[in-house]
């Protein structure tokens, strides 16, 4: 993989070298390169502890140089971000002066420095993929990771997917043995290579004999995901707020208490999970409490719109920045599976209660997101459409694959 970025990053810097000229945002144009000479180049990759100041003593180069692009570079790219493992390349003239600086600074971004005739230029360019269409298709044999082919990339494709789906299925305990799924996705290549996923166009989720679809579509710049008839995905409220075990006390007006041994109403779900689980927000809202309240132990309290709240007890620890009148978004980490208060174990305590009436979580129905609005209706049609033949067309098979569209056959991701 290092090889392979290093010459895609010889490829980028010769392209640059070439040009006479380049501009930047705005109306400022920057100041031409230097005349093209014959360049040495050296090649490597970061090394854990390892600092550009490292890396020009290890080449003997002129430190001076340094600090001139990292000026250059202030604005643009902190030169001393540098991360193990991260290719660079740094090209010197015929008196081993520094002419450029080329550092990959993740998938999506390449700093790029060039001496020009006034100095050093620095600009943080987008790396330009190759789009390509892959279909995938699968079926569910005990989780939806372990039921795609290993990888970081299938890891991150699995997340996302469960991420689409998440207001209608929960991926830890919703599953069944037989379950499929089918995708079509972006698939990121350079030089005809294989690097990541980008966005999933459209996906199809049978569970439990129920199938459910997804498909993108970006009106007046934002993107989401919706249903057959156009309707979102997205909910107000998640479906639960961790991953979790199981349910190990449900909601009930009459529960034997473990611990107090007597019958008493359980206004909510207790979820068995491990300590240091993290707990996320359902919804959008406000906190009205974070702290230690009696059998709770530690709690947090969410005010949510329309006269909803969630409870989240029996907490190990509460997340960053969570406490009374902070804002928060659907998703947020608010705090840690623990035990504390009266718990026999580590779960999570959860509760609703809309107008201070308690609500069983799993009987509730919350509303979905804004529909693609009317003007657009027709527009998203012909994306479903477009999307649902392909989808048709994919065969789940018994081992999961994915098909190249541009080159039309199996293909497997790494």
């Not at 290890?58 to 570079?73: H, I, P, Q, T, V």
């Not at 643009?76 to 390349?89: M, T």
């Not at 969630?310 to 009374?324: E, P, Q, V």
């Not at 479903?384 to 392909?390: L, P, Y």
Request: with cysteine; glycine share 8%.
């Amino acid at each position: 993989m290092k090889k392979t970025f290093l010459i895609v990053l010889a490829a980028v810097v010769t392209l640059i070298v070439i040009r006479s000229s380049f501009t930047i945002s705005g109306d400022h144009t920057a100041t031409e390169p230097v005349q093209q000479q014959n360049f040495q180049e050296i090649c490597g990759t970061v090394e854990k502890g390892e600092t550009l100041y490292d890396i020009f003593q290890k080449y003997k180069l002129d430190l001076n140089e340094l600090f001139k692009l990292r000026e250059a570079s202030a604005d643009v790219h902190r030169l001393r971000e540098l991360y193990p493992g991260q290719p660079y390349k740094i090209t010197l003239d015929d008196n081993s002066c520094v002419n450029s600086f080329t550092y990959w600074i993740n998938d999506e971004h390449i700093l790029l420095i060039n001496r020009t005739g006034s100095g050093f230029f620095a600009e943080k360019k987008p790396i330009e993929y190759e789009k390509r269409l892959l279909s995938f298709g699968g079926v569910i044999h005990d989780n939806l990771i372990e039921s795609m082919d290993e990888g970081r990339h299938n890891l991150m494709l699995a997340l996302t997917l469960s991420d689409i789906f998440a207001w209608d299925i929960d991926f830890t305990s919703d599953l069944r043995e037989g379950d499929s799924f089918k995708l079509i996705v972006e698939g990121l290549y350079l030089d005809g290579e294989f690097r990541k996923y980008g966005d999933i166009l459209s996906a199809e989720f049978a569970n439990n004999g129920e199938q459910y679809h997804a498909y993108r579509f970006e009106q007046n710049g934002e993107a989401g995901y919706y249903d057959d008839e156009g309707k979102s995905l997205k909910r107000s409220f998640l479906k639960a707020p961790l991953s979790f075990r199981r349910i190990s006390s449900h909601f009930s007006h009459k529960r034997f208490h473990p611990i107090l041994r007597i019958s008493r109403p359980h206004h909510g779900l207790d979820y068995a999970a491990p300590r240091g689980t993290p707990v996320s927000a359902v919804g959008d809202g406000t906190v009205t409490f974070a702290g230690h309240r009696g059998q709770y132990g530690k709690l947090v309290i969410i005010r949510h719109p329309n006269g909803w709240k969630t409870y989240y007890g029996h907490l190990s620890r509460l997340g960053k920045n969570i406490r009374k009148g902070e804002k928060l978004q659907q998703g947020t980490t608010i705090g840690y599976v623990g035990s504390t208060g009266m718990a026999t174990g580590p779960h999570l305590h959860y509760e609703i209660r809309i107008h201070d009436k308690p609500t069983n979580p799993l009987k509730v129905n919350t509303p979905k997101g804004k529909p693609v609005p009317q003007q657009y209706i027709a527009d998203f049609i012909r994306v479903r459409d477009s999307m649902s033949g392909k989808l048709a067309l994919i065969q789940v098979p018994a081992q999961n694959s994915v098909t190249d569209e541009k080159k039309g056959g199996r293909w497997k991701s790494s």
